[in-house]
């Protein structure tokens, strides 16, 4: 009798045990798929599953200067160049997203819209005292947030109309945006001291689209100089770390995971979730990377 108890308890601890520390199975495993030389300071990419291909922006300079270098490449799920220059006349275009057949990017201080089916820019929206902007993400119903990193705020494009949407330190260098049901999950920067420096780096938040209430993903702690944010799927996200090169894991409660250790300059990533694939633009080294992610 003695020893059943004793054997009893032994597996209610391993079960516990289990339960409460598991052996990080659903952790991603990622292998390099290809390597693709030849672009231009790439800042964002995004796929388009209608014509299964990825759309690509390239600052091709300084992210600050209005010199018309800025231009859009189309880019083959695998690794070859469809379309180099596909839309020119931008500057410095950044964050990318799709709503129906137009693509959206940033451009210093503008939203521009594009026609997908031609190529051909339709709209040029213009906050006049906009600094940075820099991610791009659209709701289900179209409307579309921008972040402007210098100013601490969100824009909001909807109905035609180009308006900050929020403005609050608790921003905290607003970067990547992601929407997620009735919120935007949004990865800070960190609150910039000397340019792009940050004494202390930043972390996930998430924001009500509803209420426009800020919340730490976790518990606040410093994270990284955050870029792209993007869904796995399930109940975490995949993040890069821009300064430091890293591609980061972060589960729904705030637990942190280094996935990637990657050159700085790892910008604003893309996940096929269904094809198991992630897209990290390297903006200093003019490539762009392509994995396979696997459990």
Not at 34 to 58: I, K, Q, T
Not at 158 to 181: C, K, M, V, Y
């Amino acid at each position: 009798m003695l020893n059943k108890k004793i054997k009893y308890s032994i597996d209610i601890l391993i079960l516990s045990f289990i339960l409460i520390n598991p052996v990080n199975a659903k952790q991603p495993n990622l292998e390099l798929n290809w390597e693709l030389d030849g672009l231009h300071n790439p800042e964002s990419a995004v796929y388009d599953p209608v014509l299964n291909h990825l759309y690509v922006s390239n600052v091709d300079g300084s992210p600050i200067d209005k010199d018309r270098n800025g231009f859009i490449s189309i880019v083959s799920l695998d690794g070859k160049i469809i379309n180099k220059k596909w839309v020119t006349g931008l500057n410095a275009p950044k964050g990318l997203t799709l709503h129906g057949r137009t693509l959206y990017t940033t451009d210093i201080d503008e939203l521009v819209s594009i026609n997908i089916d031609n190529g051909q820019i339709t709209n040029r929206f213009k906050v006049d005292d906009a600094k940075f902007l820099n991610d791009v993400a659209a709701d289900k119903n179209g409307n579309v947030y921008v972040s402007d990193m210098a100013l601490d705020r969100i824009h909001i494009l909807t109905g035609g109309n180009f308006d900050i949407w929020i403005e609050s330190a608790d921003l905290e260098a607003p970067n990547g945006l992601h929407i997620q049901g009735d919120e935007i999950i949004l990865g800070s920067w960190g609150k910039m001291t000397d340019g792009f420096a940050t004494e202390i780096p930043g972390h996930l938040k998430r924001i009500s689209i509803e209420n426009k209430t800020i919340k730490s993903i976790g518990d606040g702690s410093s994270v990284g100089n955050l870029d792209g944010v993007e869904s796995d799927g399930g109940e975490g996200f995949y993040v890069t770390d821009w300064i430091n090169g890293k591609l980061i894991h972060i589960k729904n409660t705030g637990e942190v995971t280094e996935l990637l250790d990657l050159p700085k300059g790892s910008a604003d990533h893309e996940v096929i979730t269904k094809k198991g694939l992630i897209f990290i633009p390297l903006m200093m080294d003019n490539k762009l990377l392509s994995y396979t992610v696997s459990d």
